[in-house]
């Protein structure tokens, strides 16, 4: 029977290592899933700490900045070439941060000087390591397509106003394309990481359960060993040392009694703390009066008078609070 629920427990341990792997392995393609869909996004992006060091980037980002990812990478987004000073954009992190997110247009001045319009949606998570998202797109050729003066238009309004409106249709249909095939790519990500987060916590539960089952049998295992020194060994060694023996018997029972007493010392530690403070004599006695041993049973055993085996138990009693009170001590030490 011991060697079947043994058995049964190496099964379950390692059927929980199995699904943990098949978990890990899932998150770890859904993050290469989601690494692919960040750098063929049409947007650049950021991931920054709380302070605005910029911890992560994406390939449209370095196309839109005309820079290396090298040049990005650990800067401070403030000591970037936006139009923003570095106290503005320190504003812009602090506005992000309590309304969680924010939505701003900027000027950023690329190595070659020109100057290009900056479209920014700022976002704030919260937790362990919060982050902030910021997602950016070049808006400059909106913004000349805006300026353009009814003079320089001219007789052709019509035509070109047809043209652009179509371009404009266009792109709508392209982002409206890309954002909805993201977004059900996101979602279905989103249900998945979920329903595999609900069988962590039941891989997470059944843990917990074979982690206590073998804190008990742990300490039952403690327990019996402590309970078989001070019981089986300590008192026959105690006789042993009465009877007559020369100075290298006498030194050989030492020796094994300091052994057997620094093996059982840490489980003697723990029971005395059950046991409100006991000391280890008190401690034999309490085991032995569990075992149903009588005061005279228990004085031949360990070698002492009936008398003091009589004081240990009414300090055992007083210790666990049992003085004055009719309660029978081995019933009581069974019962704990």
């Known amino acids: 029977m011991k060697d079947t629920h043994i058995s049964s427990k190496s099964g379950n341990n390692e059927k929980a290592r199995t699904e ?4 890990h392995e899932a998150l770890q393609e859904q ?12 947007d650049g992006f950021f991931m920054t700490d709380i302070e605005g060091r910029i911890l992560k980037t994406n390939r449209s980002a370095t196309m839109i900045l005309a820079c290396s990812e090298s040049d990005i990478l650990g800067r401070n987004i403030r000591d970037l070439r936006f139009e923003e000073t570095s106290a503005g954009m320190l ?6 941060m309590t ?3 924010d939505h701003f247009e900027t000027e950023y001045r690329l190595g070659d000087g020109r100057v290009i319009d900056i479209d920014i949606i700022g976002h704030f998570i919260e937790g362990g390591n919060n982050r902030f998202f910021f997602f950016f797109r070049d808006v400059t050729t909106k913004q000349a397509e805006h300026g353009q003066s009814d003079e320089r238009v001219g007789a052709d309004m019509p035509e070109k106003t ?3 409106l179509k371009v404009l249709t266009d792109r709508a249909d392209e982002d409206k394309t890309d954002i909805s095939g993201t977004l059900e790519e996101i979602n279905a990500g989103v249900k998945v990481l979920l329903k595999r987060a609900g069988r962590l916590e039941e891989i997470n539960a059944g843990l917990k359960v074979l982690m206590g089952r073998a804190d008990e049998d742990r300490t039952t295992l403690e327990e019996k060993v402590l309970s078989g020194v001070t019981e089986m060994i300590v008192p026959f060694l105690e006789r042993l040392g009465n009877t007559r023996l020369d100075d290298r018997q006498k030194t050989y029972v030492q020796i094994i009694k300091s052994n057997l007493s ?25 085991s032995l009066v569990k075992e149903g041993k009588t005061s005279k049973e228990i004085a031949e055993m360990m070698n002492l008078s009936s008398k003091t085996i009589e004081v240990h138990r ?7 609070g049992l003085t004055d009170r009719k309660v029978n001590l081995r019933t009581y030490l069974l019962s704990l």
């Open 99 to 101: 309304a969680g997110s």
């Open 262 to 286: 620094d093996i059982i010392s840490p489980f003697s530690r723990k029971i005395s703390a059950k046991y409100s403070g006991m000391t280890p004599t008190e401690i034999q006695v309490a």
């Open 314 to 320: 009414k300090n055992i009693r007083k210790k666990m």
């Open 20 to 23: 943990t792997e098949q978990l």
């Open 162 to 164: 047809n043209v652009g």
């Open 31 to 42: 993050r290469h899933h989601n690494e692919r869909i960040l750098q063929l996004m049409a």
């Open 91 to 96: 504003k812009r992190l602090a506005k992000i």
